[in-house]
């Protein structure tokens, strides 16, 4: 397998006049060409400074991104984002057709744009909306818009920033679906990042697990579940039972040590309650027996 | 009134040419923005009428004069309406647009343009309106140049025909409201999506 991305010792320190705010830091990992990496993460943990500088969008104060062997200085060539604010992320003046052509319209023809588009669109099932614009679609729509335009870019990686975040579960499952059949379609090497741990089971090759801010990787989980997935029966499966308590303890290990602590204080209290109650029935048998 | 008519367009076209590209650099280098603050902020407040005296000396008493003051006059409200619109620009767009690979030059022509639109329409809007007043206060009080301001000076002066000073200030009100009505309908039919808010879902 051949390495896509490469993430090394990766650090960034926002610079403010309130102070510095460190939101990532010593952060490495690899994708694989062809696999899907979810990371998740506490919410404000930094995944979104992450994306940021895997993207180009903001230098990282530290440490290296490397695209299929290219350090990263501004934004690559071959990479797509899909934000999770489609309603912001979607040029409202352009139509659906003419937002997927966007991003090709530096390096093809008119007719080779239209018909990349057309083939996006009719991928995510969108075949008909071309000619719609976007404030006259669903959310969930406005997303699939979103999707077949990163795919009409053929990128080699696709980013995707909590994706499903803003739409309802319906569709949300959907949108999963989607996306895994067009990553077994295309085998585009995905990352998605999201705070939701079944989500990240159920999308991903591999589960990055990060930190608190500042994010660093705590744990790099396989994900052994078959690679055709089912909304019902694979979040049924053991495997991926198991792996997403395994998640959730990661990203709890703070809250969870609070809560033995407290239970461990507790029953140090109680313990002393019932020793004091054993010395007094003690105290009252003793006098008892001594009035006998 | 077709020499007011004619000068307004010419007006319209400069104030344009003038205060579109200048409001673009304006609002997407804020070096050059605080730079030229205080400049901006100087010439603004100046009324145009105030400077007619200054223009007939400079430019004489041709159309040259009101176009000239018009202009300046015009030039205030798409100048700032543009700005504002840059600074409205939702920086999630930019960044989908350099994601995709567009440069600077392309983020400018590509998403601030289009996304300034609606609000370069309005500044239009009220630039023609300023601008008709301006063109009829300075044939008005100048003359010499035609147009409906000339008209009406001429009519109430001698025998003093007030049903042509009336007739004459009619024409100026309808053309005033004819041309907000279609700068609405433009924005209406081109800009239409801007005043869809929130989402259809």
């Known amino acids: 397998m051949t390495t896509m991305l490469e993430v090394a010792d990766l650090g960034h320190t926002y610079q403010a006049k309130s102070g510095a705010h460190t939101a990532i830091d010593g952060l490495s990992f690899r994708v694989d060409a062809g696999e899907l990496v979810c990371v998740v993460g506490p919410s404000g943990c930094g995944k979104s400074t992450l994306l940021r500088t895997i993207s180009g969008l903001i230098r990282p104060t530290r440490g290296d991104v490397t695209l299929h062997g290219d350090a990263v200085r501004g934004v690559p060539e071959d990479l797509a984002v899909v934000f999770q604010d489609y309603s912001r992320s979607l040029f409202p003046w352009l139509s659906v057709q003419r937002n997927v052509e966007f991003p090709l319209k530096r390096t093809l023809k008119r007719a080779e744009r239209r018909a990349r588009a057309a083939e996006a669109l009719d991928q995510v099932g969108l075949s008909g909306a071309g000619g719609k614009y976007p404030w006259q679609l669903s959310g969930g729509m406005q997303q699939r818009v979103a999707i077949a335009r990163a795919l009409a870019y053929r990128p080699a990686l696709l980013l995707m920033d909590e994706p499903f975040a803003s739409v309802d579960a319906q569709t949300r499952f959907e949108l999963e679906d989607l996306l895994l059949k067009v990553k077994r379609e295309h085998d585009t090497t995905v990352v998605v990042v999201t705070h939701d741990i079944d989500e990240?089971?159920?999308?991903?090759?591999?589960?990055?697990?990060?930190?608190?801010?500042?994010?660093?990787?705590?744990?790099?989980?396989?994900?052994?579940?078959?690679?055709?997935?089912?909304?019902?029966?694979?979040?049924?499966?053991?495997?991926?039972?198991?792996?997403?308590?395994?998640?959730?303890?990661?990203?709890?290990?703070?809250?969870?040590?609070?809560?033995?602590?407290?239970?461990?204080?507790?029953?140090?209290q109680a313990a002393k309650w019932v020793a004091a109650e054993r010395a007094a029935n003690r105290e009252r048998a003793d006098r008892e027996a001594v009035a006998d | 009134?077709?020499?007011?008519?004619?000068?307004?367009?010419?007006?319209?076209?400069?104030?344009?040419?003038?205060?579109?590209?200048?409001?673009?650099?304006?609002?997407?280098?804020?070096?050059?923005?605080?730079?030229?603050?205080?400049?901006?902020?100087?010439?603004?407040?100046?009324p145009s009428v105030a400077l007619i005296p200054l223009a007939v000396v400079v430019l004489g008493i041709g159309p040259e004069t009101k176009i000239t003051l018009a202009v300046y006059a015009a030039v205030w409200p798409l100048?700032?309406?543009?700005?504002?619109?840059?600074?409205?620009?939702?920086?999630?767009?930019?960044?989908?647009?350099?994601?995709?690979?567009?440069?600077?030059?392309?983020?400018?022509?590509?998403?601030?343009?289009?996304?300034?639109?609606?609000?370069?329409?309005?500044?239009?809007?009220?630039?023609?309106?300023?601008?008709?007043?301006?063109?009829?206060?300075v044939e008005l009080l100048v003359g010499g140049s035609g147009g409906i301001g000339e008209f009406i000076m001429v009519a109430r002066s001698g025998a003093g025909r007030m049903d042509l000073v009336l007739a004459g200030t009619v024409v100026a009100g309808v053309i005033g409201y004819l041309l907000n009505e279609a700068f609405e309908r433009a924005q209406r039919r081109w800009v239409g999506w801007s005043s869809v808010t929130g989402e259809a879902s």
């Open chain 1, 200 to 268: 990240s089971v159920y999308l991903g090759d591999r589960v990055l697990v990060l930190t608190k801010s500042p994010a660093s990787v705590v744990a790099d989980l396989p994900v052994n579940l078959p690679a055709v997935r089912d909304q019902i029966t694979t979040r049924e499966a053991e495997e991926f039972v198991e792996l997403r308590a395994e998640v959730a303890r990661l990203l709890n290990v703070g809250k969870t040590e609070a809560i033995t602590a407290k239970r461990r204080s507790d029953e140090a």
């Open chain 2, 1 to 46: 009134m077709i020499a007011t008519l004619l000068a307004l367009l010419i007006v319209i076209a400069l104030a344009v040419g003038i205060a579109v590209p200048l409001g673009l650099v304006l609002g997407s280098v804020p070096a050059v923005r605080h730079a030229t603050r205080a400049v901006i902020e100087f010439l603004r407040p100046i």
């Open chain 2, 79 to 137: 100048l700032f309406n543009t700005i504002y619109a840059l600074d409205e620009l939702d920086p999630l767009l930019v960044e989908t647009a350099r994601v995709f690979g567009a440069d600077r030059l392309r983020v400018l022509f590509f998403v601030a343009l289009p996304s300034a639109l609606p609000f370069v329409i309005t500044g239009v809007r009220l630039a023609a309106t300023t601008g008709l007043v301006v063109l009829i206060s």
